[in-house]
């Protein structure tokens, strides 16, 4: 076996209070599906950040195989939203991509008046444009360009989209895409930081079959049990700073853990009943010393004491921890929602309309509960945003029950300020005294520390955490 990362005593603290990563060790085999997993916060995507050499740890090192390729997909990809899908999928070829955008410029001079309009110059214009498309051809382009098209029609796009500017895509697709510029660079190893958050059962099937049929080494972060069931022949679980490797899938991970726990609560147990015993005896040894005046006493009473201060401690196993959630709106009363012939048209780039919703009806009914599902970029999100009155239909109206108020929990986050500090953004939203903002944020399982952090610092799962949080505050029905 090939090991091609080693992390050995990796230790890493933001701000310097407590510590994400403590003495943190883990190695990873070539040719191995590594699935990763452990509670929000825990240092999943900083531990991937730093293997991916976008971030240092504070001490301990990381060794890399030499020439090992990594590829690495972030839990929340950016891209330049001026961009077409096509050329950021093409991208990840850094050869390709220069001649690519070489080439868009090239073909903008062409429909230059000044160029077009003066044969010498268009003559030398499209002379340089029969060069790159030689260069392009001779560099794999062609063979490229077809890969990375088979793979974003694997993963549902159609190709009426591929030209479309980036801007207008869902967080499943800008998800797919990032995989996508990935799967078709083909590194020797891929960081995948929860790629199947957002996407819906089509792109999930794909990205196992992906993922299985892969040349190279995956370690992937999920908090989905059958996909890691699917994938994955290894678990590395990271908690409490550190990281432990565990053999099998996540069902076998889930069930040696439990052994493990379990025998881990009995061992805290005996211990425990140990120390009360020790204890016992050394207040008793204390008391026969009349008051100190017995030295022999005395001196036992201490070496009980060191007994049990020499005792290595058991953890105490620690139970699953759950918010507390209560919507506290007033009670509504029937229609609390109704739409009939809706229509939301996108205007394309090429004065192709993308229709998004095509007269579509719904009714809910105050407290009604309603699930909204459908494929990627199917427009959930374009629907949420009509209700909420950030964008107008294209034809249509949608009725909003005289007493229903809306709260709405946002799928990119976008509804978060990244540069405000997590309790002012609670205390924005309702005045609360200082420690009673810091109660109820840790209701919401933020200590104090995250609680002072800025927004943009943490985890994905702690922003959807604040969420929740500020959606609590908010009264709706
Ligand atoms: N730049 C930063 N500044 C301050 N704190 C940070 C920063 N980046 C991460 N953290 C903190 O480090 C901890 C670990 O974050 P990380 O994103 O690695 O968690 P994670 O295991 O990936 O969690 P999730 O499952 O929610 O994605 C969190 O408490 C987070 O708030
Ligand atoms: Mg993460």
Same mark, same amino acid.
């Given at each position: 076996m090939t090991m091609i990362v080693n992390v050995t005593g990796v230790s890493k603290t933001y701000g310097g209070l407590?510590?994400? *990563?403590?003495n943190c060790s883990l190695e990873v085999q070539k040719g191995k599906r590594i699935g990763m997993v452990g509670p929000n916060g825990a240092g999943k995507s900083t531990l991937f950040r730093m293997i991916a050499g976008r971030e240092e740890p504070d001490s301990g090192s990381i060794w890399r195989h030499p020439g090992l390729s990594i590829g690495y997909l972030s839990q929340e990809p950016e891209f330049?939203?001026?961009?077409s899908l096509l050329d950021i999928a093409m991208e990840s070829s850094k050869e390709l991509a220069r001649i690519n955008e070489e080439l868009h410029r090239v073909e903008a001079r062409m429909a230059d008046p000044e160029v077009y309009g003066d044969p010498a110059k268009l003559e030398r214009v499209l002379h340089r444009q029969e060069l790159l498309l030689v260069e392009f051809e001779a560099a794999g382009g062609l063979a490229y360009r077809n890969r990375v098209e088979g793979t974003l029609r694997a993963f549902g796009f159609q190709e009426e989209q591929f030209? *479309?500017?980036?801007?207008?895509?869902s967080g499943g697709q800008k998800k797919l895409l990032g995989l996508t510029q990935l799967l078709v660079a083909r590194p020797d190893l891929l960081l995948l930081d929860e790629?199947?958050?957002?996407?819906?059962i089509r792109g999930k099937r794909e990205l196992e079959r992906l993922i299985n049929d892969y040349p190279g080494t995956v370690v992937i972060i999920s908090h989905d049990r059958y996909l890691l069931d699917v994938v994955a022949t290894q678990i590395i679980e990271v908690s409490k700073g550190i990281a432990v490797l565990w053999h099998g899938n996540y069902s076998e991970f889930a069930f040696e853990k439990n052994v493990a726990d379990a025998s881990q609560a009995k061992a805290y147990d005996v211990q425990q009943r140990e120390l009360k015993r020790l204890e016992a005896s050394r207040l008793r040894l204390i008391s026969w010393s009349s008051g100190g005046q017995n030295e022999a006493m005395i001196q036992l009473a201490r070496n009980v004491q060191k007994r049990m201060d020499r005792m290595e401690r058991v953890d105490r196993p620690q139970g699953s921890r759950t918010m507390a959630l209560s919507l506290h709106g007033s009670r509504g009363s029937d229609k609390a929602l109704e739409f009939k012939g809706l229509w939301k048209v996108f205007e394309g780039e090429n004065g192709e309309d993308k229709e998004v919703l095509t007269d579509a009806e719904m009714l809910i009914w105050s407290r009604e509960v309603v699930g909204l599902v459908g494929p990627n970029g199917a427009g959930k999100s374009v629907l949420f945003k009509l209700i909420l009155g950030e964008i107008e239909p294209t034809a249509g109206e949608i009725k909003v029950g005289p007493s229903t108020t809306m709260v709405y929990y946002s799928q990119e986050h976008?509804?978060?300020?990244?540069?405000?500090i997590v309790v002012d953004e609670i205390r924005k939203l309702k005045p609360m005294y200082e420690g009673e903002a810091y109660s109820f944020l840790g209701r919401f399982m933020f200590g104090k520390n995250e609680a002072q952090?800025?927004?943009?610092?943490?985890s994905g799962g702690e922003k959807s955490r604040l969420q929740f949080a500020k959606l609590m505050l908010t009264p709706a029905n």
């Open positions: 407590h510590h994400i *990563l403590e330049d939203p001026a961009k030209h *479309l500017p980036i801007g207008v895509l790629p199947d958050n957002h996407l819906d976008q509804t978060l300020n990244y540069d405000s952090k800025p927004i943009r610092a943490l």
